[in-house]
Nanobody
């Protein structure tokens, strides 16, 4: 069993910052990749940022230069620092990990946390 616990969401004014955290626990042998996704009402769910097991990162065009993804392997935790937030960033953000549990590799999701950016 793998569990993801997300924290750090909330409400901020435009131009403000938030940092999201996602800690994985359970029968995890190895985490291969971690990422953050979001769903904005009226739009499709999209990847915000991802980081591989060797530290390679990628970002959605809409957040490049504003968001930074990082991880702490010892804590099985991934972070997303969000700077210069815009009202358009308002969404439910979900953590996802590609992990090995036992001998099987699978993808796991967190429950999602709300981020609201006001004008």
């Amino acid at each position: 069993q793998v569990q993801l616990v997300e924290s750090g969401g909330g409400s901020v004014q435009a131009g403000g910052s938030l940092t999201l955290s996602c800690a994985a626990s359970g029968s995890i042998s190895r985490i291969d990749a971690m990422g953050w996704y979001r769903h904005i009402p009226g739009k499709a769910r999209d990847m915000v940022a991802g980081i591989g097991n060797r530290g390679l990162t990628n970002y959605a065009d809409s957040v490049k230069g504003r968001f930074t993804i990082s991880r702490d392997n010892a804590k099985n935790t991934v972070y997303l620092r969000m700077d210069s937030l815009k009202p358009e960033d308002t969404a439910v953000y979900s953590c996802g990990i590609l992990a090995t549990a036992g001998t099987k590799v699978d993808f796991y999701w967190g429950q999602g946390i709300q981020v609201t950016v006001s004008s």
